[in-house]
């Protein structure tokens, strides 16, 4: 892998050499460490030599196709997240795609900031699912696993996209987080950035968490964003 960037390591697969120097030059601007090969064998090889944070992993190589090689890595214990990248937009792709083992897909022709922000959607996923399973903040509970929230003990129920939030905000406690930030942790790519939306959910939440608690547990800083107070009971 690139030894210059410390970011996560990528290995780009994909039998087309221009397509391989595009997402090379892209996602080392980006800060990440890459390795590019040209087909399944070498992927393998690539995979057993540094096992990589995240694979992009062409369906259609000369050798053997994507779906194969994400079998073997997977049956040797790879475990790291694979994005599958093809020409096809076949629903059976996608579904065999994911079967296999993938952890996303997406068709070219393709968007760099969209191969870019799927990297990083996975990738902080795949942190979070490493993480211990409850987080503590002042008097909220969460538990990652059950997805059930309590505030000084008494039961929250939140709606799947408040939950992402309430999490963001608890993980960056007595922090203050952009709306800009917010969105792009909690909606990710998939999300036309109307920060409106931010404000929106903030409300949602404190409407079911305030009443649980003495002050506000979310603080409005004017001008810069918003903040998880921790010393709140």
């Known amino acids: 892998m ?45 995979v057993l030599e540094e096992e990589p944070d995240l694979i992009i992993l062409d369906v259609m190589l000369p050798d053997m196709n994507g779906f194969s090689v994400t079998k073997r890595l997977r049956s040797a214990g790879y475990t790291a997240p694979i994005l599958f990248l093809t020409a096809k937009d076949d629903t059976e792709d996608k579904v065999m ?29 795949t942190i979070q699912e490493d993480e211990e399973a409850v987080l503590e903040t002042g008097p909220i509970v969460l538990d990652q696993d059950t997805h059930e929230v309590h505030v ?4 929250v129920e939140l709606s799947p996209t408040e939950f992402k939030l309430l999490r963001y905000l608890m993980q960056n406690a007595n922090r203050v987080l ?11 790519y998939d999300f036309n950035g109307d920060a409106g939306i931010v404000e929106s959910y903030i409300s949602y939440l404190r409407r079911k968490l305030d009443p649980l608690t003495e002050e ?10 918003y903040m998880l107070k921790t010393d709140v009971k």
Request: net charge positive; aromatic share 6%.
């Open 216 to 225: 506000s547990l979310i603080q409005t800083k004017r001008g810069f964003g």
């Open 97 to 125: 795609g994911l079967t296999v083992g993938g952890d996303d897909y997406v068709t070219k022709p393709f968007s760099l900031d969209e191969i870019i922000a799927r990297i990083k959607a996975i990738l902080r996923r």
């Open 178 to 188: 952009s709306k800009a930030q917010i969105l792009d942790h909690v909606w990710e």
């Open 2 to 46: 690139n030894a210059q960037n410390k970011g996560p390591r990528i290995l780009i697969v994909d039998d087309e050499p221009s397509i391989r120097e595009l997402l090379s030059t892209s996602l080392r601007f980006a800060g990440f460490g890459v390795r590019a090969v040209a087909n399944g064998a070498q992927t393998i090889s690539a």
């Open 152 to 155: 000084n003990g008494t039961p």
